[in-house]
């Protein structure tokens, strides 16, 4: 009789975890089917502002070609370099995403090139995901967990967190300092989507943040050829070590550091432009002298 009863329960835990196990590997799959060659179109249009005396801003309209290359595949972490290649000959290293699972440690971006390590309570990432998203030189830019839904056909993951201004803003926006990204990320017939419904927020120390305007956004990843992205795939394959080490070395400001707050410039660059400028037989010793100058 106990064998009976027993029989029932193992099979109900062993569907449970099977279903746990083919969820985990639904995610994976989602998130690197981001990989590969894709035409990108980036559009973006303010919407809202509580000022009714408020001057909407121009609509943004842009284009790219990029390749994402998958350059961690693990179990629990997967990371993504996305390079942008530009007249079919120029390789510009762009963006980075890191994903991890159940991950309790992120950088919430809180304002003046500052970011703030945080814990995340263990309850709270259960099945989720966390996405870490870096610049150009591997500093951070903003970070977020949450769940990947799939169902009805559907595959996205929504998160809101703050953010610096993007670089299609920054060097011309002076009235807000912080943009609340409304991210979604979605896997689509064509490639993916990353939608946007941001905040742009003013934030001054003592006050409430206060609203400026709210934008919708739209990059739209539609998959090409891998072979429209060779150019791409050779230069990382030259240039992929140096970059390791850049990684290596982040990783271990945020070791240290519960608070990484940056510098614009020093000697009149910025970071990427000393980091670009490196032989690929740099040092982690070079890259970590140049990191240092930027700490504040």
Known sequence: MKRLTLLPLLLLTFSLVTYGQTKKEKDQKAIKDMCGCYEIKFKYAETFSPNIAYEKAYD??????????LITDKDDEISIQHLLVVNDTMVIKHWRQDWQFQNQNVFDYTAKNTWRVKELPKEHVKGQWAQKVYQVDDSPRYSGSATWVHV???RFWQNKTDAPLPRRE????????????????????YGWLHEQDNDKIIRESGKDDALLAQ????????????????VARDWWKENNK???????????VFAENK??????????KMLHQHLFALDNKASRKDIRTIINKFLN
Not at 259 to 268: A, R, W, Y
């Open 242 to 252: 140096v970059w390791k080490k850049v990684r290596q070395e982040w990783d271990n």
């Open 215 to 230: 934008e919708k956004g739209y990059n739209i990843y539609t998959k090409v050829a891998d072979e429209k992205c060779k």
């Open 152 to 154: 009805d056909g559907k």
């Open 60 to 69: 943004y309209r842009a284009h790219a070609l990029e390749w994402a290359e």
């Open 170 to 189: 920054y060097s011309k926006r002076s009235d807000y300092n912080i943009m609340a990204r409304g991210n979604t990320v979605k896997l689509t017939d």
């Open 259 to 268: 608070e990484v707050k940056l510098k614009s410039k020093v000697d009149g």
